[in-house]
């Protein structure tokens, strides 16, 4: 079966499910996601007993596991840590709490800049979510301590946090990727809990120097900027996920989408807002963006139509507007949560959500994890799930008026 004939196949089905699904109160929908994720998610947790790490993706039809030194260790918990809020039940905390403390080794971690995903989406939503004073005091602590851990990697001459250390043979000085505004959150929330200044002081600085260099006129980002630790000046701007240098890899924008309004939300500055902006206009209107508002994996990829969908793109993405239209005129915010739920209904179709003991036990399929190194492409991804479930928590809280939910 040929790529082309797959992608084909995703269109008939997302168009014939958004059809029928759009009929279908979203209320409903959101209540049918979260009963599939819980019957998925008891299957994942199956496969995962007994063996080391955490479920990141499916690989030779065998669930892929993980050590606590991936970055994406802390999805699983994570995503854990969602289905108890959704549901209530005490089997979903147990487990969380279980996978949460396997990610502990994070804390200490120097060599990586992804320790906002790795200890944010467990000890971060489990410190939002349990009760007890013993178990929140060391869920605060072991987020603090990954939070003083994460600012080592920080140069003042550069204004950046470092993404990752360089690699034999590389060419790069100081790469800083656009992923690594996700891990600005983990900062401004220590500089509130320790009454510090100094988290959000480089939280701030990165995001400033981000915004300065990564972004093209049209709102789009480069993936990776390359600096001269000693000077601070712009060495390269160059991709390593994406299709080419100047191309607009989807889950970047999305990462830079979600990261400006979440720095937004924290600070209240208005080149944040207004970034984020800028990022969504890009996003939502690209002519090369499907019908089904899941982005092919890079908008710039030449062989479109006949190339990957990346589901995580989306759901991150939909779950950015839906915070991002809290934070907009009722025109804009309406025009936000209406893509947000059209994404997440294509989600929710045959098309994309697994169905019980389907997809190993994940949620999503058709998610791109690093194509030009023919890794993870059109499967199941952590990380997709994680955020598919948060942007469905969003659309609830932003339906029931609460809007407590970030």
Known sequence: MTAKTIICGILLAACGASAAAAAEPIGAVIDKDFKVASAQYRILLDKAAGKPGFPRTVERGDVKMVGPGDW?????????WYLFEATGDATWKTAAMRYTALTAPAKFDKSQHDLGFMLGAGYGNGLRLVDDAATRSAYRDALLAGATTLITRFNPKVGSIQSWDLWPNTTWAFPVIIDNMMNLELLMWAAKAANEPRYREIAIAHADTALKNHF??????????????????????VTVQGYADGSAWARGQAWGLYGYTMMYRETHRDEYLRQAHKIARFYTTHPRLPADKVPFWDFDDPAIPDAPRDASAAAIAASALLELATFSDRETAARYRDFAEQTLRSLSSDAYLAKPGDNGGFLLKHATGHKPAKSEIDVP?????????????????ARSGTGSFH
């Open 216 to 237: 093209r006129p049209d709102g789009s980002s480069f993936h990776l900027v390359d600096y001269d630790p000693k000077t601070g000046a712009v060495r390269a701007r």
């Open 381 to 397: 991804l952590n990380y997709a799930d994680y955020y598919f479930l948060e942007a469905l928590l969003r659309l609830k809280a």
């Open 72 to 80: 994406t260790a802390g999805f699983f918990p994570g995503s854990l």
